[in-house]
């Protein structure tokens, strides 16, 4: 047996062995950019540009004006009610305002990962904002205090009127 593993030439070995390996290389590596075109037609489209985004149609309609003015007015109602439904629809006219922009995901919290926090200096209110408005639903017995009802307002509307939704 030893006699056997003499005789081999390594040099050729090896060059062949380098070979094989090269060509598994570029093979592996054709069908991993394959992969990678195909998968490109199932990725959700992400409006980066915000600029993009400020020519749709949703953007300067007044009637969009005329919905905030309407939440406004509803936290002014029947304190301290009020202030949560004034919340949890603040929370939700934005959550539509984006989907009709056309940010995708599921919910309100996977459309705001999408945001570039570096294209929004409103973003983090905005986060805190929809977190009130998460215990708002979610916690039983919550209250909230006219402060913070003003505070989670006007983060919405910053952050509406950063996107140029509202003036």
Do not use: C
Not at 51 to 66: N, S
Not at 130 to 155: I, Q
Request: aromatic share 12%; charged share 25%.
């Amino acid at each position: 047996m030893f006699e056997f593993i003499g005789s081999i030439n390594w040099g050729r070995a090896i060059f062949t062995i380098r070979g094989v390996i090269i060509f598994l290389d570029l093979v592996l590596f054709a069908v991993f950019v394959y992969s990678f075109l195909k998968e490109l037609e199932y990725r959700p489209t992400f409006v980066r540009n915000l600029q993009a985004a400020r020519k749709r149609p949703v953007l300067g309609d007044p009637k969009v004006r005329e919905q905030w003015l309407h939440i406004l007015e509803q936290a002014d109602r029947n304190p301290p009610q009020s202030y949560a439904l004034a919340i949890i629809e603040a929370d939700k006219f934005t959550d539509s305002i984006l989907q009709r922009i056309g940010y995708p995901g599921e919910h309100m919290a996977d459309r705001l990962e999408s945001l570039n926090g570096a294209e929004l200096a409103t973003l983090d209110n905005l986060w805190r904002a929809h977190r009130l408005r998460n215990e708002l639903v979610h916690t039983p017995d919550f209250d909230v205090s006219e402060h913070d009802t003003k505070h989670a307002l006007r983060s919405y509307q910053k952050f509406l009127t950063e996107l140029g939704v509202l003036e």
